[in-house]
Each structure stands twice: as structure tokens, then as C-alpha cells.
């Protein structure tokens, strides 16, 4: 797998980062960086790899047990190299402590979650790569918010490691375990933070001293539809897994769901989403919350099983899941006898479909809940819902 890292070297500085822009950490830099970056602040260049160690196979930070580094130089390369660039708010414990949630403080304020989920035989963090969210999906918490800022790969990379150690620390229910999978479905588009995404991917999956060596085919990267990154993510030659989140099996009511969708249609989507599996060999999976009355009628899933069939056999799952509650949201789920048409719909159609399991919404850290404890935006909530009927009305009339 090319895993192939150049362009110029982010400016390393103690200095305190500027305004919207978090301080360069070694989890930003490739190898030959990490090794430049050495040289320039005086260290000699091995001593990237003993970081890198530490850093990526021990998910350590502390300088006090870094006892193979000069004990004069390391709290000095540690303050240099690994500021501190996420702060715990708090943790929130659902599913009988097999779902954490937990709400961390960026360094200039912007808020941030992650989800970290234990399974029968693997574990999930389901990390953000945006503080907030710029694409307005009327249903979704995170999209009322709007957009903070985009993440840098080491505050991407950092959520990992940190869920890593919570993992291995034993913070879930039962035994200590290990971190198999990782979702880029926390707050956030991560096609829209595509740079730093990039780099981030590159960090979690080469192997060590690189990177921490997860399976890619364990990383999931899922998009709301920008079609022109889904085809960048396929260049990156990664066997990651594409998540797209569909929703909606036509324009009419896709376009007011989702409003990006108003730049790329279903079909270039879906396309997209071919095309993807046909260079990368990954099923993908498309997302679709099911809302009550809204986009689960049985005539839209023949509509959304002719429309994946059309494009292949084979090549894709669906993974509806039931409308969590969001804050102002006049929706709700669809009712479990309309979710079993549904799913039966799609499976008689021969579309392997899965409903997906739902963690964590009772401390609102399920799909489309995460808002960093921001309640603003009910308002916004509302009226985003009644547009979206007005809309369809409209479309349908
Ligand atoms: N922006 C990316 C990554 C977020 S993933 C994306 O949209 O794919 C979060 C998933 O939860 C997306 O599939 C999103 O559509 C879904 N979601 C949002 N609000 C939801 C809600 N209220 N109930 C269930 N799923 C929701």
C-alpha cells in the first residue's frame, strides 16, 4: 500500500498557536518531518524514532517514563513535541459502561466528542474531525450547531490515542481491550476537512514507529456526499471503508434532508460510491436514518434497492437506523413495524441490510446527537424540519 507523505514542513514553534489554529504536534508530521523537525530545534534526528515509539506503539506522552531519553532532555522534547492539545470536560457512561462518551475542550475553547464502544469482538471510538459541523442536515444535532473550525490531523490523531489508552486502561466494562475500529462518524464532514483527514489516515494506519498500524479495512470514513473527495479517498490507495449517508433514495427528498445534495445528485453519489468499491474492493455502506413518515415508505426502499441494483451486485449494504431524538426535532423514528418493511423491502430485493445497533442515546452520544453539549439551535431545529415538509410538499404536489 503507498503510503507516501511530502509537501512542506508544518513550522514547528513553541510559541502559543494563533488564533485558530492549534500549536504543530509530532502527530501531524510524517517520518522525514518528525526527523527535520528534530534537527531544527537541535535533538538529534534518532531521537524522533524514540518518540515515535512512545508515542504510536506505548500511546505514552509522559516524560517521567520515557527512561530512554536523556532524563535533561525530556520533559523538553515532550513540552516541544506533544503539547497537550485535547482537555477532558467529562465522561458520560451508558449501556452498562460499554459506551463512553466523552466531551473534550480544544485549545482555544472549540468543543469536541468521541464515542468510544465495546462489542462482543472489537471496540469502536468513533472520533470527530470538525469541531461542529458547516453542512446543516435539518436532523442532525452536530449540522444545527454550524461549523466551528476544521481539526488538525494531530487533534484527530490525538482522539485516538487518548481512546486507546482509555481502552487499555480498562475504562469500558470487563477486561482491558484494544481499539479494532475507528468511525469518522463523530461530529463533523470528513470529506470537507479532507488535508488534515488525509494526514491523520496516514497516522492511524501505517505501522509503527510511523504510525499505529490499525487495519484500514477497520477505519471507516463516512461522508454526507462529496463526491469529488470520495474519489480522493479512493486515490489515497487505503482500503478504507465508505460510509455514505444516503437518507433519502430520491432528489425531491434528499435536497431538502441534505443540503449538499443540491450540489451533488443521488445518482453522482451513488456513482461516486461505485466507483469507490470497484477501485478499493470495500463494500460500502449507506446510511439511512429512518424517520417516521418521512423517508420510510415501503415504495422508497423498492426505489433505493433498484437504485444500488442498478449499479451492481454485490458491491454495498444498507445500515438504516432508527431517527435518534435531537433537540427541537419535530421528527421522530420510524415506528419498528415500518422498520421491518423497510429492511424486508431491501433484503427481498437482495441488498444485504443490517439495522444498526444504536449506543448511547441516552447521554446523547448516538449518530447525529453529538453537540458538545451545545443546545443552541432548537429553534433552528424546528424550523429547518417544517422547510424540509414545506419542501417535499411542494416537490410532491
Ligand atoms: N458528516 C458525516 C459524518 C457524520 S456520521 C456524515 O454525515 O456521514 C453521523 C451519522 O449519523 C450520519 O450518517 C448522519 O446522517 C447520521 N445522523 C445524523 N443525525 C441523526 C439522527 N438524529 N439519528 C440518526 N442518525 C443520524
Redesign the pocket.
Known sequence: MPIVESGPIPQFTMAPARKGKPPTHFADLDSAQRKQAMKEQGYPAFRADQLARHYFERHETDAAVMSDLPAAQRTQLVAEFFPPLLHKVRDLTADHGNTIKSVWRLFDGAMIETVLMRYPNRATLCISSQAG?G?A?P???TGQGGLTRNLSAAEIVEQVRLGMVAAERGDLAGEATRVTNIV???M???LSNWRQVRIALHRLIEPPPSGFGLSARGITV???GMVPLIDKLADEGFPVTL???L?APDDELRNPLIPLNSRFSVAQLLDAARRYFERTGRRVSI?Y?LIRDMNDHKWRAQMLADELNKRGRGWVHVNP?P????PG?IWTASTPQAQRVFVDTLVAAGIPTTIRD?RGSDIDG????LAAEVKRGSDRAKKAAQAVAAAVKEATA
Open positions: 459541523c453542512m442536515c436532523f442532525c444535532a469518522f462518524m463523530g463533523g464532514e470528513p463516512s461522508t454526507v460510509a455514505v449517508s437518507h446510511e436514518a437506523i431517527l435518534n431524538p435531537t426535532s444504536t448516538a449518530c447525529g446527537q
